[in-house]
Nanobody
């Protein structure tokens, strides 16, 4: 079982940046893919970005060119660098294993507003 703790969210103006962190417990972090997901009020949870154990990356079309996913295996931490933020990026952001998801953490709120 892996435990996940997201952090780094907050209130930011359109065009601003945030860096989210996902600290993971357990012994499997380095050999599993990781994904960042988000859920806006009244909407389904969606996959935003993913990174394989080998470091290959994929992004949702809505965030390509603006978001960057990365990982530090020594620290058992995944990151999501978010630039050029838009109001439609407002959501609770979660990390999890990809594709075999475990329990969800508490998430971190990202609010993009003027």
């Amino acid at each position: 079982q892996v435990q996940l703790v997201e952090s780094g969210g907050g209130l930011v103006q359109p065009g601003g940046s945030l860096r989210l962190s996902c600290a993971a417990s357990g012994n499997i972090f380095s050999i599993t893919g990781m994904g960042w997901y988000r859920q806006a009020p009244g909407k389904q949870r969606e996959l935003v970005a993913r990174i394989s154990s080998g470091g290959s990356k994929n992004y949702a079309d809505s965030v390509k060119g603006r978001f960057t996913i990365s990982r530090d295996n020594a620290k058992k931490t995944a990151y999501l660098q978010m630039n050029s933020l838009k109001p439609e990026d407002t959501a609770v952001y979660y990390c999890n294993l990809y594709p075999a998801r475990g329990f969800w953490g508490q998430g971190t709120q990202v609010t993009v507003s003027s």
